[in-house]
């Protein structure tokens, strides 16, 4: 019998009191999918998994169904650049430039986040459907991604933000346990409720272990929430989600110009793109691609003619 597929899932709730907001996420199986598509060592899964998990979370804050988030390391480690998009439900894809990146882990045991990273900028970049996407760039505070997310928000958005991340990766590569938890202070929050928030933060530095173990969103909203009433808001479904398509990568392959594709098609016959996100690959021969500057060329002489 095939097993069924375990589901990565994110649970919102508040305080009674309207303190705080908290959002708790199991992303083990988005980390796990990204592995499979890029084949990544133990720091790199651990480097991408916790931008992806950190990048739902921030997500599914997004006011419209059409918004997209995207966040972004560009350090001078050994990693490269790393990111991931997702979308208002939290559905997140990702991308690491050096999916081989391999350094000693730390002197606690940890895998070397940090190191993979080094020193750089990160970048939240907002796509909320206006003229210009809204772009917050600021100097990797750590390279740890949840100490820079804690930053952003604080800084960028004057919300005071408590965020914690964790990816544990097996022995034979998989991940074994991924999440994060993020609370948000609300305007006016009580100060009894936020000292209780700081209290708890210290039962969440191993949080991958919580979900490795097997405890549930709701569990970890408790430890996180010890002590202070909360309403539960929803649990939903999230998952490693990639839109990449043939027509959107044509589209792409038009931007390049005829000159460079016919370079190419005259070097290597064919023109072969793979997603960053997903590593489909999509094979485009002599034909396919003059059809498609042709048809776009004779659109843009229409346009011309009747001035559109």
């Known amino acids: ?67 997209v988030l995207t966040l972004s390391f560009r350090g001078n480690g050994p990693a490269g650049a790393v990111l991931a998009t997702a979308d208002y439900f939290g559905n997140v894809k990702g991308y690491i430039q050096n999916p081989d990146v391999d350094i000693p882990k730390k002197s606690n045991g940890k895998l070397n986040v940090s190191g993979a990273i080094g020193q750089g900028y990160m970048t939240v970049t907002k796509d909320l459907g206006m003229r210009e996407p809204y772009v917050s760039q600021a100097p990797i505070v750590s390279g740890e991604i949840a100490e820079d997310v804690t930053s952003y928000y604080a800084t960028s958005e004057q919300t005071p933000t408590l965020c914690a991340l964790g990816v544990l990766i097996d022995v034979d590569y998989t991940c074994k346990g991924a999440g994060g938890v993020l609370i948000q202070l609300l305007p006016f929050a009580d100060e009894t409720t936020i000292d209780l928030i700081e209290r708890n933060a210290q039962f969440l530095s191993s949080v991958s272990k919580y979900f490795a173990d097997g405890k549930s969103n709701e569990e970890i909203l408790a430890i996180a929430f010890q002590d202070i009433p909360f309403d539960l808001f929803d649990e939903i479904d999230v998952d490693y989600v990639c839109d990449c398509s043939r027509e959107r990568t044509a589209r792409a392959l038009l931007t390049v110009g005829y000159d460079e594709v016919e370079d190419i098609l005259a070097e290597q016959g064919q023109v072969e793109i793979s997603c960053h996100f997903c590593d489909k690959k999509y094979v485009f021969t002599k034909e396919d691609c003059r059809r498609m500057f042709a048809e776009a060329k004779k659109a843009s002489n229409e346009n011309e003619t009747t001035g559109s």
């Open 1 to 67: 019998m095939m097993q069924e597929k375990k589901q990565a899932k994110i649970l919102r709730a508040m305080s009674q009191d309207g303190s705080a907001r908290i959002f708790v996420i199991n992303s083990t199986e988005i980390v796990n999918q990204a592995i499979a598509y890029h084949r990544m060592t133990p720091t790199a899964a651990a480097t991408l998994g916790r931008t992806l998990t950190a990048a739902s979370l921030m997500g599914v804050q997004l006011k419209e169904k059409d918004n």
